[in-house]
């Protein structure tokens, strides 16, 4: 069971490490009056899937639940809830700023900002949404139940400048554990309802954060 809680903490914290918490000021939002704006999509992240014996396995049991986890998303086409808050977010950049979202999304497979600078096609604005960990982990109190972690971090940038306007995290980590949780067997039931239950809830309450936390809305 201790060995858990560092991979997990691993997997949230990699991509956390450099998020700032810089809400979109004055002057940002005054930038963006008007302007076009494009958002990235990448390809769906590695799914985790912490069950008790694999997680008693160190690195390689770690190996094995992001292959297990995986695979529970190829079978039941579980979708990556970025690209839902991206579209929540644009809308909402398009009733108060009057900013013009494009069409067609930056695909990448780099999340840098030069990267992303150099892929926009002379959009001036991108909005980057990313998943930065998605799983579910057993209760380390009761090895029978489950819950769904989700995390996402979003950002604003100036494709000229590359200057970074607006950037946050939302995660569902720290929210109260529901009562009951459900078993693993529940979890995976009628092809993982209840798995995109969950993620649709995250994506709705991460969505609403960033509204506020990044857009300052």
């Known amino acids: 069971m201790k060995k858990i809680i ?3 903490a691993i997997l949230t914290l990699t991509g956390c490490a450099t998020v700032q918490n810089l809400p979109l000021d004055a002057k940002g ?18 799914f985790a899937a912490f069950t008790p014996g694999k997680a008693a396995g160190g690195l390689i049991g770690g190996l094995l639940m992001i292959s ?19 579209a929540k977010l644009l809308k909402n950049m398009e009733q108060v700023h009057n900013m013009v979202p494009g069409k067609s999304p930056i695909q990448l497979s780099d999340n840098s900002i030069e990267k992303i600078a150099a892929s926009s096609n002379g959009v001036p604005f991108i909005l980057d949404v990313q998943t930065i960990n998605w799983s579910f982990v057993y209760q380390p109190t009761d090895w029978t139940h489950y819950r ?9 940038l100036d494709a000229k400048t590359k200057a970074v ?9 720290k929210t109260p554990v529901p009562d009951p949780l459900p078993t693993h067997d529940e979890l995976l039931a ?12 995250a994506s709705k309450e991460c969505a609403e954060q960033f509204k506020s936390t990044l857009l300052s809305l």
């Open 68 to 86: 297990a986890g995986n695979q529970i998303v190829a079978e039941n086409d579980i979708q990556d809830p970025a690209p839902e808050i991206a």
């Open 190 to 201: 009628n092809k993982a309802a209840l798995i995109k239950e969950k993620l649709a809830l």
């Open 165 to 173: 306007l607006a950037e946050n995290i939302c995660s569902n980590a």
């Open 148 to 156: 769904v972690i989700y995390t996402a971090k979003a950002r604003i």
């Open 29 to 46: 939002a005054a930038a963006l009056k008007g302007q076009a704006i494009t958002h990235t999509t990448y390809n769906k992240p590695d």
């Open 6 to 8: 560092p991979l997990l």
